[in-house]
């Protein structure tokens, strides 16, 4: 009622509700490991359909991101602070953003790609609820596969 009478022109499709059945894993990456393929490979094998980045915390001395409407990625070596790690996981396919901070506080973050090297650790909380699928596919909003959101009743 008070998001409503504070933001009336906003139109919301989607219903929301608390996710039934929701599950918390906790993991850690160690030196070297790619952070994109390492997080998919646990959301792959623990078939996890409907899950989110709750918060992460480590560091990278490579990264590999995608900028806004860039075609490509842009990469860099050094030490970098993971200060930032969202995204919606399934082993249908996952769509992850990255923020990370050079030794002078200079952020910068896109997409999250394959090449982000860890340099110390990678600390990851994922929640996901059975309540819920999520998928990936063009529905003619975008020309990019977009979040498809199905719910179990």
């Known amino acids: 009622m008070f998001f409503s009478a504070v933001f009336p022109a906003i139109n ?22 790619d952070l994109r393929k390492c997080i998919q490979q646990y959301v792959d094998s623990n078939n996890i359909k409907a899950g989110w980045l709750s918060t992460c915390v480590g560091s990278l001395t490579e990264y590999n991101i995608r900028f806004a409407d860039q075609p490509e990625g842009s990469k860099g070596v050094g030490h970098f602070e993971i200060v930032s790690l969202v995204g919606t996981l399934s082993s249908n396919g996952s769509h992850i953003h990255i923020s990370i901070a ?8 896109g997409h999250l790609l394959e090449g982000c090297k860890i ?10 609820t059975r309540a819920l699928s999520f998928t990936r596919e063009k529905d003619g909003t975008t020309p990019w596969e977009e979040l498809q959101v199905k719910h179990f009743h």
């Open 102 to 109: 050079d030794s002078s506080g200079k952020t910068i973050g």
């Open 119 to 128: 340099y110390t650790t990678a600390e990851i909380v994922i929640e996901e």
């Open 12 to 33: 919301c499709t989607t219903e929301v509700k608390s996710p039934a059945n929701k599950e918390v894993h906790a993991f850690r990456l160690k030196p070297g490991e």
